[in-house]
């Protein structure tokens, strides 16, 4: 085995005024907002046109087509696995040096000339400002490439058994007998982008779906994967729809994975299907998902009160709120409580909203009408309820692009519908709690929600930030002391939840690598036996 090569994360770029990077970003961004580029599937790396076509728009213009994409059906889904079983004769003996050597390839090409188009695509389709979009498609695919590249070689590395005299025990780490079905969310560039190659590094070949509202960098990524080196056949591009492309793929005897982020109702129906196939598998296939959160702030008396209104402010409205992560729901002392809203609704009203490409813009659009019509709902039925209270934002617009204002909900109810269900926007719930119920606070903390992803506990005082974190374990799978509960950084703080949030697999480490290959033990015996009476049968 040769050395490891150990990673360090990508430094984040700042685009401030005047740097040239910024010129550069848009740049970019202007010359990709006056096209409108035609997108094909592409499987064992041709390109293919069905002729069923759907418009990739900006979310914060709608009106504004800048690609049109094709759709997979059933016949280019299973002509896509056709193909990837085929690619997997090569791909799943090829030595991992040459696997991860691609990988880093990657890296290297999206840390250079493929990082504004890839940005700026991100900005485009899925309407995040510049360093939202820095943060994702950039920094975190590069670390999801080298990082992942060195864990592949640790775990190759690991071969810690016990050999005794005469024999030699070793671990091989076989890829998947199958393909892996990739289907990847809408709002983060990077787990469109780590969902398929995570398990393609591990020698596995993947379908990928990425979501329809978000095809346009999974176009470019797709690209760079071919300037890198990836062998066709090995990805299969197949957008389109759920029960057109997903169904089939489901079915299909080959099937050995299935690398999932987005809703806890898609992933349920899943692992339903999946389980009412079980006996057509030709082995059981491997499910890794990351599903819904309802994420949250517990902030006792002693917090900084600059702290925290840092962390409701950038974990519940960055990427307007959607974040499978972003808080979504506060318990606040009412002891420090006027000094948070005080401090809170000043800073809200330096909040600006609207198009990427104006830098100075913290918030942008949400994805799509659908997200905008259920997140208004959300507003709504707050408004109409006598338990609850805007405080801030509460205005909804689409006449131009899908336009929410950040808004904040005080209720009196800490069960109340927005304390308990994922919305996915610009949303945050405030429940006061008398700071003597602070025990009983973190119980019905802990009991309001089905999900378990993340949460944050924010205090001066050790001792209480100590019992929070403790009585909290299964409540958040990445936990945060006195930060919001956004941001989890490759390397760093490996994500993923349990509970309703799913399966806990943690991207960003090793341990969801281990998902991707089935391991076998090879014993060789040296000394091998030439009769096979033990000592025991000898008589007395």
């Not at 950039?138 to 864990?151: G, H, K, P, R, V």
């Not at 005299?165 to 070793?170: A, E, F, I, L, P």
């Amino acid at each position: 085995m040769n050395k490891i090569i150990k990673a360090i994360n990508e430094p984040v770029r700042s685009y401030a005024s005047g740097s040239p990077e910024r010129k550069s970003l848009q740049h970019k961004y202007d010359e990709m907002c006056s096209q409108n580029i035609e997108i094909p599937l592409i499987i064992g790396g041709k390109e293919k046109k069905t002729g069923n076509t759907e418009n990739c728009i900006m979310p914060h213009d709608h009106q504004h087509v800048i690609a049109t994409y094709h759709k997979a059906g059933e016949s280019e889904a299973n002509l896509a696995i056709d193909t990837a079983m085929k690619a997997w004769k090569t791909w799943s003996k090829t030595h991992l040096e040459e696997r991860t050597a691609i990988f880093r390839k990657a890296a290297e090409l999206l840390k250079g000339p493929w990082r504004d188009t890839i940005n700026a695509s991100t900005m485009l389709n899925q309407s995040k400002n510049a360093f939202q979009a820095e943060v994702d498609s950039a920094c975190e695919l590069i670390d999801f490439f080298n990082f992942n590249a060195q864990y592949a070689e640790e775990i190759y590395s690991r071969q810690d058994l016990i050999s005794p005299k005469g024999m030699n025990n070793r671990l091989e780490y076989r890829p998947l007998e199958g393909f892996v079905f990739a289907i990847t969310p809408f709002n983060f560039t990077s787990i469109a982008g780590n969902l398929p190659t995570a398990p393609v590094l591990m020698g596995n070949v993947a379908l990928w779906k990425p979501a329809s509202s978000a095809v346009l960098p999974c176009h470019y990524l797709m690209k760079m994967f071919k300037e890198a080196g990836l062998p066709d056949g090995v990805i299969n591009f197949i957008p389109g729809s759920g029960s057109e492309v997903g169904n089939p793929v489901l079915a299909n005897e080959n099937l050995s994975g299935v690398h999932f982020t987005g809703s806890t109702e898609t992933f349920q129906y899943i692992w339903k299907m999946i389980g009412e196939n079980i006996n057509e598998y030709k082995t059981y296939p491997r499910i890794v998902g990351e599903t819904g959160g309802k994420d949250f702030c517990i902030a006792h008396e002693s917090s900084d009160i600059d702290t925290l209104v840092t962390a409701m402010i950038r974990g519940a409205f960055e990427y307007q709120g959607q974040k499978c992560s972003a808080m979504s729901r506060a318990y606040i002392p009412t002891t420090i409580w006027e000094k948070v809203k005080n401090k809170y609704l000043s800073e809200l009203k330096t909040i600006k909203i609207g198009s990427p490409r104006d830098f100075t813009n913290f918030m942008n659009a949400v994805i799509d009408k659908a997200a905008f019509d259920s997140i208004s709902g959300y507003i709504n039925h707050a408004k109409e309820s006598s338990d609850a209270e805007i405080i801030s934002g509460g205005d909804c617009n689409d006449t131009k692009g899908y336009f929410i204002e950040p808004t904040t909900i005080l209720t009196t109810d800490p069960y109340f519908k927005t304390m308990r269900e994922e919305i996915f926007g610009p949303v945050l719930t405030v429940y006061l709690y008398d700071p003597s119920e602070w025990s009983k606070t973190i119980d019905i903390l802990d009991s309001t929600s089905p999900y378990g992803l993340t949460g944050c506990v924010i205090g001066q005082d050790k001792d209480k930030v100590s019992e929070a974190t403790k009585r909290l374990t299964h409540s958040a799978g990445n936990f945060y002391i006195n930060d919001k509960p956004t941001g989890a950084v490759v390397g760093q703080q490996p994500f993923g939840g349990s509970r309703a949030s799913g399966t806990n697999d943690k991207a960003g480490s090793d341990l969801n690598l281990l998902r991707w290959v089935s391991i076998r033990t090879i014993k060789e015996t040296f000394e091998s036996p030439k009769d096979y009476r033990y000592p025991f049968l000898e008589k007395d």
